[in-house]
C-alpha cells in the first residue's frame, strides 16, 4: 500500500514491545534540531530561552571506551535464591498492567479503548475494526495513542505519541527484530510497520508468466484507436452542420403537423378532464345522497332522543311511587320471610340436647352430632344420624327457595334417605350422588361423611347470604339455628299469611259445587235455562252466593263455640243439604299419618 493511501480504517492491531518506566518523556533538544529545517531552528533561538529535554535514544550518548566489556559475573558467585529473587525483582520492576486508547483531534472522546494487558512486558492487543467509527475518523491519516499502566493501585499515563501513518516504516514481521523501550508496532491490513525501526522492502510476489502483444498487433491497435477518434470528430461535425441547418430553415413547413400533434394533445387533455368531470359529479352526487341519509338519521336520532326525554320526564314523576312501591314490595317480601322462617322454626324445631352438652342440639327431637361421632356406633344410632341429616336436608332445600339462594350442591330430600350431589368436582358422573345415611363399609364411610362436609358447605352458602360469619361449618345444627333466628328477627310485627293458598283453592272448589248445585234447582224451578249459563247466573246466583256465605259463617260460629261438628268424616259431608260446610285442613278432623316407606319399623328394637 502506497504510505498516502494509508488511513485510519486499516489499522488492525497495535502492538507494545519492552515496556519501560525509566524512559524520560519529552524530546530531546539534539534530536528536535536534527529534525526540524532552518527556519524552524531560528523561530526556536528567537524565541523562548533553550530548555533542556531528555533525549530520545535509547542508548546512552556518552563516549565509551573501547576496550570496555559487558560485566555478566555480578550474580556468578550468589546462591540460586538470590538469583531467582533479583530476576523476579527485574521482572516485577519492568511489568504491569496496560491499556491504549486512539484520539482524534476534532473528537473529545477516545475512538478506540483496549482491552487491559495484564503483568507483562510484551504486549499483543487484539485486533479492532473502526469501520463503524463513520467517515470522518476512518478517512483520517494522523491520530494520538495513549499508553496507560497500573504498577501499584492507580493508573497513570505512560506514554502519549502523534501517529502519522504516512509516515510509517515497513517490517514484514515482529521476528528478528531488536525493539527500543516502548516500541509502538502498528498492524495494518497489508502488513506490519514501526516508527524507530528502519524500512524493509517487501519481497516480490512470484507470480506467473502472463503472454504479452506483438508489435504488429500494437499498431493495429493504435489505427484502430486513430480511426475511431477520426470516425467521432466526423459525427461531432456532421451534427453541428445539421443544426446549423435546422436554425437557418424556416418553421414555416413544420407549423401544420405540430398544430396537428398539439391538438391531438388538447383533445387527449380534454377527455381526461371530462373522465375526470364525470367523476367528480358522480361523487357529488353520491356523496349529497349520504348528506341527506345522514341528515334523515340524525333527525330520526333526534326524535327518538326527545320521545326518549319525554319518556324520562315521565317516568320521573312515576319514579317517587315506584321507589315506595318496591320499598313496600321488599318490606313485605322481608316479612314473608321472617314469617316464613318463624313457621319453618316451629316445623322443624332444633332444641338443645338434654344431655347439657355445649353445641349439641336436637332437630325434631332427634339428636344429630357436629360432624364429629363413632362410626362404630350401633344401627339405631345410626338410623337416628340419618333421619336427622334428612330433615337437615329437607329444612336447606326449602331455605334455598324461600330466601331465593341457589345452593352449590343441589340436595334431594327423601326423609332418612336423602342425598346430595357434587356438580362442581372433577368426578364421574356415576360418582358424583353422596348418600346421608349410613350403608356400611370403609367406601360407604367416606361417601357419607363427604355428603355430610356438602351438606355444611350449602348452610354456610345460606349464611353468607345473609350476612352471616360461620365460624366452623362443621356445627350443622347450631349454623342452622342461628341462620333462622337470625332471618325471622325484626322490629315489626310478623305480617300474617296471605289468603289463598290450598286452603282458598279447595274453599273455591267446595263454592263452586254449591253454587252450582243450587244454581241448577233454582234454574230448574223458575226457569229452563242451562245450569252456569250467564242467564241462570243472573237469575239465581246471588241467592246461592248468599245461601254459602250463610253456611261458611255457620261453620265460623260452630268453631268459635268450642268446636266443628261432622257428621262425616272426610270431603263427602261438605255438600251435606242443611249442615254446615267442614273443611279438611281444620284441626279437629283432620287425621294426619307419616308413613316412610322402605324404613325400619322397630328402630328402638335393635338399640
Avoid at 516508527?195 to 519481497?203: G, H, I, N, T, Y
Avoid at 356523496?287 to 334523515?296: G, H, N, T, V, W
Avoid at 255457620?554 to 249442615?579: M, R, V, Y
Amino acid at each position: 500500500m502506497l504510505p498516502q493511501n494509508r488511513r485510519l480504517r486499516h489499522l488492525q492491531g497495535i502492538y507494545l514491545r519492552n515496556l519501560s518506566f525509566t524512559r524520560p518523556q519529552g524530546r530531546a533538544a539534539d534530536d528536535l534540531e536534527a529534525d526540524l529545517p532552518s527556519n524552524k531552528l531560528q523561530a526556536l533561538h528567537d524565541g523562548q530561552p533553550h530548555q533542556l529535554h531528555h533525549a530520545r535514544s535509547s542508548e546512552s550518548m556518552l563516549p565509551t571506551r573501547a576496550n570496555s566489556r559487558r560485566r555478566s559475573t555480578n550474580l556468578a558467585n550468589v546462591s540460586p535464591i538470590t538469583r531467582q529473587k533479583q530476576l523476579e525483582y527485574t521482572v516485577e520492576s519492568r511489568a504491569a498492567d496496560v491499556f491504549f486508547s486512539l484520539h482524534c483531534h476534532e473528537e473529545e472522546e477516545p475512538v478506540y479503548i483496549s482491552e487491559v494487558g495484564e503483568r507483562a512486558i510484551n504486549f499483543n492487543f487484539r485486533f479492532f475494526d473502526l469501520s463503524q467509527a463513520g467517515p470522518p475518523v476512518t478517512r483520517k491519516s494522523q491520530f494520538i495513542i495513549k499508553i496507560w499502566a497500573k504498577r501499584q493501585a492507580s493508573w497513570s499515563l505512560l506514554l502519549t505519541e502523534q501517529v502519522d501513518l504516512r509516515a510509517l516504516n515497513y517490517l514484514g514481521s515482529l521476528r528478528n527484530h531488536h525493539f527500543p523501550p516502548n516500541c509502538l508496532v502498528f498492524h495494518l491490513v497489508d502488513g506490519i510497520y514501526s516508527f524507530e525501526l528502519s524500512s524493509k522492502r517487501p519481497e516480490p510476489k512470484q507470480a506467473p508468466t502472463l503472454p504479452t502483444s506483438s508489435y504488429n498487433a500494437l499498431m493495429k491497435l493504435s489505427n484502430l484507436d486513430n480511426s475511431i477518434q477520426d470516425a467521432l470528430a466526423t459525427r461531432e461535425a456532421l451534427t453541428a452542420q445539421i443544426n446549423s441547418i435546422l436554425e437557418r430553415t424556416p418553421p414555416a413547413a413544420d407549423a401544420v403537423p405540430q398544430a396537428q400533434e398539439s391538438a391531438a394533445l388538447a383533445a387527449k387533455y380534454v377527455a381526461a378532464e371530462t373522465r375526470a368531470l364525470r367523476s367528480a359529479q358522480a361523487r357529488r352526487a353520491e356523496l349529497q345522497s349520504s348528506i341527506e341519509a345522514r341528515r334523515a338519521a340524525i333527525q330520526e336520532g333526534r326524535n327518538a332522543q326527545a320521545r326518549a326525554a319525554e319518556d324520562v320526564k315521565h317516568a320521573q314523576s312515576k319514579l317517587p311511587a315506584s321507589k315506595a312501591l318496591l320499598a313496600a314490595t321488599r318490606e313485605s317480601i322481608h316479612g314473608q320471610r321472617r314469617r316464613i322462617c318463624e313457621d319453618l322454626a316451629q316445623i322443624f324445631p332444633i332444641l338443645p340436647s338434654p344431655s347439657g352438652a355445649p353445641l349439641s342440639f336436637t332437630i325434631c327431637g332427634v339428636l344429630l352430632p357436629n360432624t364429629d361421632y363413632d362410626p362404630a356406633s350401633s344401627s339405631s344410632t345410626e338410623d337416628s344420624l340419618s333421619a336427622g341429616l334428612g330433615f337437615v336436608a329437607q329444612l336447606t332445600n326449602a331455605l334455598q327457595y324461600y330466601l331465593s339462594v341457589p345452593l352449590p350442591y343441589p340436595v334431594t330430600p327423601f326423609g332418612s334417605r336423602s342425598s346430595i350431589r357434587d356438580d362442581i368436582s372433577m368426578l364421574p358422573d356415576s360418582q358424583r350422588e353422596f348418600p346421608l345415611f349410613l350403608r356400611g363399609g370403609a367406601t360407604a364411610q367416606y361417601r357419607f361423611d363427604y355428603g355430610w362436609f356438602l351438606l355444611n358447605k350449602d348452610i354456610e352458602a345460606l349464611c353468607v347470604s345473609a350476612g352471616l360469619k360461620v365460624v366452623d361449618i362443621r356445627h350443622t345444627l347450631p349454623n342452622l339455628k342461628y341462620l333462622l333466628y337470625v332471618c325471622s328477627a325484626g322490629r315489626d310485627e310478623v305480617p300474617e299469611r296471605k289468603r289463598g293458598g290450598v286452603r282458598g283453592l279447595w274453599a273455591g272448589r267446595m263454592k263452586g259445587r254449591s253454587v252450582a248445585d243450587d244454581g241448577a234447582s233454582i234454574s230448574t224451578a223458575g226457569s229452563k235455562s242451562r245450569p252456569g249459563s250467564a242467564d241462570s247466573e243472573a237469575m239465581g246466583g246471588a241467592k246461592a252466593r248468599e245461601q254459602l256465605m250463610g253456611r261458611v259463617a255457620g261453620t265460623s260460629a260452630g268453631k268459635e263455640n268450642g268446636g266443628l261438628s261432622l257428621g262425616i268424616d272426610g270431603p263427602s259431608s261438605i255438600l251435606g243439604s242443611g249442615g254446615p260446610i267442614g273443611l279438611p285442613f281444620d284441626e279437629g278432623s283432620t287425621r294426619l299419618t307419616l308413613r316412610t316407606k322402605g324404613l325400619r319399623e322397630n328402630v328402638g328394637a335393635h338399640a
